[in-house]
């Protein structure tokens, strides 16, 4: 090694991994949701560097085989230290978190919702790790742990390594201690004594060491672990903190000091004492044993080698330590751990270091080890022996399948895979290709590339997108085989199969219901589909089919289809003509990267065992196992009711067949089944089965044995009991991706000082003397937009419409702008909104509040009293409004008498607004903008449990339509702004035409009551439903109802960057306007606040920032905020669903839920043969839609009539043939609305009340009403009366 002159003591050198420079790019594509953390890797490095003393440099020489054949030599060298000592601690700044001598190695942290600046301690000498294992006072007698951990616990055990028990954790254990000891409990009995019974494990160790090898490999293989490690890490500063005030409490109390986690970062890669010198070919007694000959070493062996060599350093230094002070010292025990899953690494830790007789000293208590290399599992089931109120098995990751009996299905794996050995179990899925066969493969386009995305509804069904010349396409990917353990998000491999394969045509759609008007792609696509199904592909089909068809709140419009979302095809062209379209298919051969980082939500599902299944305590386990599917057979029989076709639930099928006891008497596996229906069911192992039965839990996905159905995950956390308003509600926020944690201090940071104030600026035009208001619901807090109106002298008139300056306080690219790009929108649920912007802007500093100063971005119009605009201007402005009205006291305005608006100036306004609003909008109607509907309804919270009292529908104003007019405007107007400007640049919404296919269900089922729906552009759609209203004006809601379906047959609108598309796309169908944006409200959307930006460097008032000028950006930034506003209105409609639930299972007949009577209208019936007998409906009064199932009447009943093309089901008399009763589309039913109650769920139920012979033919009209039950009948009169209502 050769010296090097030191540096001045006052530098800090930056730890730098040799191969950085080669890696630096390779980040997970997947980690896009933390894109706005990641700007600078190394300021966010936890390995803070201590004052050099002496440099080395150790030169490296490497061989390699180039792709043309040849061997090349390379050279790299490496900084050596030997005064990093034995790593280095953050701890928080003693000096006020002031910058003075080594200010580069310290880092911020947030600690109790304030900045903290820690500083680094190295420590020095082994007495300093001494001093840091033993800080403990409970220790007594007790052995402290320094563990060492490789890359794949970063990786993998991340939970495990977060887990630290709370103080409330403790206080149960001291009970649960005493309980035993009262009731000679196993673990602390006399014949089985606790080997430390004074000792609480808190977490996994007393230290834990983070090599930067280690660090640095998670880093290039996962930036998301990485950045979980870096906060844990960064946390142990304020773990010391919180430790000390802890520890003076418990101290008063007569108790032990408090002990947190503790993070050692060490700088292997430059320490002299854990290199890898010249001569290392990475021999041992394990390779010599089996027979390895070729000395040959990776990059990953030589870390792997660095790792155990870390373990050893720690190992001989606290061995050598506490020999010496053997006499006197306090914790004489102590053990160093190497924590690896990799089981070769475990046998050369045992094979590399010196046996007991080449040691100094009695070495006979380590068992003639310096350090013990375990698994993690193997770990903390120790913990677990010393600490039985340890709960930390559960959260160990699963590598393997437990042992069980063989699959009876499946195939079995070829050589040549990349695979692990499955043991000679049955394989399910056919091997993934190694990665060499995968490279050459991408290499020669025999395999492409994507990311597989499933289906909203299936976890066997999906796409992965590939380029295909200048194009992208969709590859659609079927059936369990063909996915192959591919899970959402994960970057595949793909093999396309032969076109003949290929499905024929387009993806039809339906009239938006749940049940579809579309057809399928045609018998060979079917057949396909099947060739591979399994037992448990039919239970998991008949699961979609259950979920699809439970009742809940109707959707608004359609899924957006891949072409309208993100620009990409879904069929090609097969002939050279162009003329015959097919849908590409392939088969997934290989995982590149999976997407495993992400916590899922759900319940377990359990099964006992039958009476009819043997006792589990008179059999083997393996008999056990087996006798699970016997016992699911016999619960099946068992459920079936007479009459009724009632079959067991496919959760419980599939958990019948996986749940299993394991032979160490503690664990079992069980089945998980996540909420959101793209992720399979998940098989987890752990300790607490009974404990997670009705609760809602969070759990992650570790892996995915080729020999395993399903894949394999650990348990994370516990959300609540399944149905409570609390734990849903959680739920929800996890499923759709919400962010809900409070905004971090940097975010908060950027807000204005506490007596900041509002005053007119320089560049602001004050417009304070204009008599501008707003109109907003009820108790709205975050006002966007007010309005003016005035008369000019010339007689025309000014309109403005004033949004809130939201750019003022949110600077571009600042910590506060960056949290608001990725949430991109504020989220409102039934009982809480979730903000995009902290509340000091949301509801104060940018809220356009009355009679107070507000900074706004004004467009200014002078119109003709006809609504003709004569000219626009654009200003940054200072306002005062003099009213927030209510759209209700708006109303009241407009309906005001001429004769008594002398003198009022609101009224005047409002009058004026009104009249040109009108104008304007038969403008657009003309233009061919469309009326549609939704079916939305509000809830009336209890103002104490804010559970749901009431339902009511929406009362629209003309008021409403007045905002809504100068709202689209405004929109409009700046969208043809910022596009003469930026015309690649701008961010647009655009609304695609719908595809014929989307409407033809509607179609066909509107020609059955005579209405006609032309669907060639926006204004013949919208004159068909005016007609349509004329045709159905005996019941006004069945025009409402076309509208809201029509609705549904329609894409949802979608932000994108208008240098993407031609200018023909941009046009937005709904609104019938060539271009279109999103202004108004940046208080609760980033597109609003990116749009201001725009407009603000169009009119020359401020830059435009650099990242709005990249296309890529731009690209990126629009897919995020369309996935998070669609997100965010799915989170709005399941919070609905969930306040529905509790409102019906609130209780008997009365105010407050409880099960109800309604009217409601058909919208889809079941005709097809075979089929079971039922039809959607949609019920007004609470916006709900659900399948109505006819439970008495048989699938193969003679008397059941069938008839497609009027959409009809009927029951005929048996002797005369007459059709007794009958339903059709778009007919009024009477049903029964209820909550049916399961182990681990809550459902919507719709039954059939009337037409009472299709609800229970088998009984007399007379008994109807008794067989219903009294809960659900009224007196007998209001019974007659709906009839004839009905009847009508």
């Known amino acids: ?405 063989p699959m009876s299905e499946g195939i079995r794996g070829k050589d040549g895979g990349g695979d692990d050995d499955s043991g000679g179990r049955a394989a399910c899925y056919p091997p993934h290709l190694s990665s060499q066969t995968l490279s050459r493969g991408l290499q020669t386009n025999r395999y492409y590339q994507g990311i597989y995305r499933s289906d909203r509804d299936s976890h066997t069904e999906g796409y992965v997108t590939i380029r295909r010349g200048e194009d992208r396409v969709a590859v659609v990917i079927r059936g369990k085989a063909d996915v192959n353990r591919a899970v959402d998000g994960d970057i595949v491999a793909i093999e396309l199969h032969s076109v003949d394969l290929w499905l024929g045509g387009a993806r039809n759609g339906g009239d938006g219901s749940d049940s579809g008007g579309g057809g399928g792609d045609g018998d060979e696509e079917k057949e396909r589909g099947s060739q591979s199904q399994t037992a448990d592909d039919r239970n998991e089909g008949r699961d979609r089919h259950t979920k699809k068809d439970d009742a809940g709140i109707a959707a608004d419009t359609a899924e957006p289809s891949l072409r309208d979302a993100e620009n990409i095809a879904e069929e090609v062209a097969v002939d050279d003509e162009g003329e015959e379209l097919r849908r590409p298919t392939a088969k997934i051969v290989g995982i590149i990267r999976r997407n495993f980082h992400k916590n899922y939500c759900g319940s377990i599902c359990t099964i006992a065992v039958s009476a009819a299944a043997p006792e589990e305590d008179d059999i083997a386990p393996s008999e056990t196992e087996l006798a699970r599917p016997a016992a699911a057979a016999a619960f099946e029989s068992e459920s079936k009711m007479e009459g009724e076709r009632t079959t067991m639930h496919p959760h419980d099928v599939i958990a019948a067949k996986h749940e299993r006891e394991h032979p160490d008497g503690v664990t079992s596996t069980v089945v998980f089944f996540p909420i959101d229906n793209r992720i399979p069911p998940i098989l987890l192992r752990t300790t607490q089965r009974d404990r997670l039965i009705g609760m809602r839990i969070l759990v992650s996905m570790d892996s995915w044995p080729a020999e395993s159905e399903y894949p394999l995950g650990h348990y994370v956390k516990t959300l609540g009991v399944t149905g409570t308003k609390e734990t849903e509600t959680q739920v929800l926020l996890q499923e759709f991706r919400i962010p809900c944690e409070p905004f971090p201090a940097k975010v908060l940071a950027c807000l204005p000082p506490a007596d900041y104030k509002i005053e007119l600026e320089p560049g602001r035009t004050d417009l304070r003397h204009l008599p501008v208001l707003s109109i907003d619901p009820p108790g709205c807090k975050d006002i966007d937009d007010a309005l003016h109106c005035i008369e000019l002298p010339n007689g025309n008139w000014q309109v403005g419409v004033h949004i809130a300056d939201v750019t003022h306080y949110v600077e571009a690219g600042t910590a506060i702008d960056l949290e608001a790009a990725n949430r991109s929108t504020s989220t409102y649920l039934v009982n809480k909104r979730l903000d995009m912007l902290p509340s000091l802007l949301t509801t104060d500093l940018c809220s356009l509040k009355g009679n107070v100063d507000r900074f706004a971005f004004s467009v200014l119009w002078e119109v003709t009293p006809e609504a003709e605009i004569v000219n626009v201007d654009f200003k940054k402005s200072i306002i005062h409004s003099i009213a927030a009205l209510t759209y209700q006291q708006a109303q009241a305005l407009i309906d005001k008498p001429e004769k008594d608006c002398k003198g009022d100036i609101q009224a005047g306004a409002v009058k004026r607004l009104a009249k040109l609003a009108r104008k304007f909008r038969s403008r657009r109607i003309n233009a061919g903008a469309l009326t549609l509907a939704s079916p939305e309804v509000k809830f009336v919270l209890d103002s104490e449990s804010l559970n749901p009292t009431d339902v009511q529908a929406y009362t629209l104003y003309e008021a409403n339509a007045l905002v809504e007019e100068f709202m689209l405007l405004a929109n409009v107007t700046v969208a043809k702004k910022i596009l003469r400007h930026y015309p690649t640049l701008s961010i647009l919404r655009r609304h695609p035409a719908p595809n014929r296919s989307m409407f033809d269900g509607l179609i066909q089922k509107a020609k059955t009551r005579g209405i006609s729906i032309c669907i060639d552009d926006s204004k013949k759609l919208a004159d068909s439903l005016d007609a349509a209203a004329e045709i159905t004006s005996d019941d006004p809601y069945l025009n409402q109802l076309l509208r809201i379906l029509s609705t549904r047959c329609m894409s949802p609108a979608q932000y994108f960057c208008s240098g993407e598309y031609q200018a023909k796309d941009w046009h937005h169908y709904g609104l019938a306007a060539p271009v279109y944006t999103h202004f108004t409200s940046p208080i609760r959307r980033y597109a609003d606040v990116c749009v201001h930006r725009l407009l603000a460097a169009a009119i020359g008032v401020a830059p435009l920032p650099v990242f709005l000028s990249s296309k890529s950006y731009l690209h990126d930034l629009a897919a995020n905020m369309n996935r998070r506003h669609r997100a965010a209105q799915l989170a709005g409609r399941a919070s609905v669903q969930l306040h529905t639930l509790i409102f019906f299972a609130g209780g008997d007949e009365g105010e407050g839920g409880g099960v109800k009577e309604e009217d409601a209208y058909v919208l889809d019936v079941e005709t097809a043969s075979m089929s079971e007998p039922s039809f959607t409906v949609m019920v007004p009064r609470y916006g709900i839609e659900g399948r109505v199932r006819l439970t008495k009447i048989a699938i193969n009943d003679e008397c059941l009539v069938r008839d497609p093309e009027n959409h009809r089901l009927g029951y005929k008399d048996a002797a005369t043939g007459k059709i007794m009763a009958s339903v059709s589309v778009f007919d009024r039913v009477r049903v029964r609305i209820w909550v049916r109650s399961t182990r681990d769920r809550k459902e919507l139920v719709v039954d059939l009340l009337e037409p009472k012979i299709l609800a229970n033919p088998h009984v007399k009209d007379d008994d109807v009403d008794t067989e219903m039950g009294a809960s659900t009948v009224t007196s007998s009169g209001k019974k007659k009366k709906k009839k004839q209502r009905i009847s009508k």
């Not at 936890?46 to 440099?55: A, D, E, G, N, Q």
């Not at 954790?169 to 014949?191: C, H, I, L, R, Y």
């Not at 060490?266 to 390895?292: C, L, N, R, Y």
């Open 1 to 405: 090694m050769t010296p090097i002159p030191t540096p001045p003591d006052d530098e800090m050198m930056a730890v730098h991994h040799p191969d950085d420079d080669d890696h630096d790019d390779d980040h997970d594509d997947d980690d896009h949701d933390d894109d706005r953390d990641c700007h600078d890797d190394h300021d966010r490095s936890p390995v803070p560097t201590p004052v050099l003393t002496s440099l080395h440099t150790l030169p490296t020489r490497r061989y390699h085989l180039t792709r043309r054949g040849k061997i090349a030599q390379s050279t790299t060298e490496r900084y050596l230290r030997d005064d990093l000592g034995f790593g280095t601690v953050l701890v928080p700044d003693g000096n006020g978190g002031g910058r003075g001598r080594g200010g580069r190695g310290r880092t911020d942290a947030t600690i109790a919702g304030k900045i903290v600046r820690l500083v680094p301690r190295t420590l020095g000498e082994v007495s300093s790790l001494w001093e840091l294992l033993t800080r403990r006072d409970d220790d007594d007698g007790g052995t402290v742990r320094l563990a060492v951990v490789d890359t794949n616990i970063l990786l993998h055990h991340m939970d495990v390594l977060e887990y630290l028990r709370d103080d409330d954790d403790d206080d149960d254990d001291d009970n649960d201690e005493n309980e035993n000891e009262n009731g000679n409990d196993d673990a602390t009995s006399p014949s089985k004594p606790n080997p430390h019974p004074r000792r609480r494990h808190r977490s996994i160790a007393d230290a834990i060491v983070v090599p930067q090898t280690a660090l640095e490999e998670c880093r290039h293989r996962s930036l998301v672990m990485y950045r979980r490690i870096v906060d844990l890490i960064r946390s142990s500063g304020d773990d010391a903190t919180r430790a000390d005030d802890k520890g003076r409490k418990q101290k008063k109390n007569g108790g032990g000091s408090g002990s947190e986690r503790c993070f050692i970062v060490f700088a292997d890669v430059h320490h002299v004492d854990t290199q890898i010198f010249h001569g290392w070919k990475g021999e041992s007694k394990a390779d010599e044993e089996e027979g390895v000959e070729d000395g040959t070493t990776t990059i990953n062996d030589e870390n792997d080698a660095r790792l155990r060599n870390v373990a050893r350093f720690y190992g001989e230094a606290l061995y050598d330590y506490r020999r010496r002070r053997r006499t006197g010292a306090r914790n004489a025990n102590a053990e160093v751990v190497f924590l690896t899953d990799d089981a070769q690494s475990r046998r050369l830790a045992s094979s590399e270091q010196p046996p007991p007789d080449e040691r100094p000293g009695d070495a006979a208590d380590r068992g003639g080890l310096y350090y013990r290399a375990r698994s993690m599992r193997d770990h903390v089931s120790l913990l677990q022996k010393e600490d039985p109120s340890l709960t930390l098995l559960d959260l160990v990751a699963q590598f393997h399948s437990a042992p069980g009996p």
